[in-house]
């Protein structure tokens, strides 16, 4: 896809990987609108933004609420004219054993992190078809592909956004909408602050600029799905399809140490 003058909207762009998708589109020539909760934050990284000299524009609204999904949608159209690419990238987390996790924390993810895309992306679909050169990206995670302990509402959900954007590619195909789904890892971003596992327990962090770079040059490429984690990934998803009970051996070693680093990891 060509990305020049194409008419986007980065939810959860305030901050972190949305943030930086919404740099590097804007560095392509696209049209961008990001959201966020805060308004002060989002005010703040929309001032960042159009330091590079793109428009940009941004919308103080909760996506997980069907009223901040409406004024999200309504405030973007009448913005940019239109809408080509929908990123769903908004999301939340809240990591350890599931019983200790709260019933609202675990609807609080289902809520931002599965529902709000797919009500989001339907509420969009008109639009989208409009252009007859569309795109959908799903912001998933590497746990979505190999699940982690103490973040099983999290895989959960995440899971169910990857297997919603494979299925809705294919119900889409030949109607001039492609859907994409990003599997980032571990990054560098305040939805990380609050875990403290390092490379050792399988959190080695990258930059949110790479990952943002490459989900660009995969919507670019018109590609399925974006990995990140490079041959050590590939590796642990070809054991855990082919040999999964090594991959539970593996986690059993680690998690006491992991249990420990990644309890007060929340951000919802």
Sequence with gaps: MQLRDKKVLVTGGSSGIGLAIARVLLGKGAKVVVTGRRPD?????????????????????????AEGRGATLKQALDTLGGLDIL??????????RLENTSEAEIEAMVTVDLLA???LTRAALPALRAGGDAMVVN??????????PFYASY?????????FGEALRRELKGEGIHVMTAYPGATETPMMASNRAGPELGFSREPASAVADAIVEGMEAGAFEVIRGGEARARMIAMNRD??????????????????????????
């Design 117 to 119: 895309p797919i009500l």
């Design 155 to 163: 895989a959960a959900v995440k899971a169910g956004l990857a297997r």
């Design 87 to 96: 990123v769903n990238n908004a999301g939340g987390v809240r990591a350890g």
């Design 243 to 268: 040999d999964p009970a090594a991959v539970d051996e593996r986690f059993l070693g680690l998690k006491p140490a992991l249990e420990e680093a990644v309890r007060d990891h929340s951000a919802l």
């Design 41 to 65: 934050t989002l005010a703040a990284a929309v001032d960042e933004l159009r330091k590079t000299g793109g428009e940009v524009h941004g919308v103080a609204a909760d996506v997980g609420t």
């Design 139 to 148: 912001v998933a995670s590497g746990i979505a592909l190999i699940g982690a």
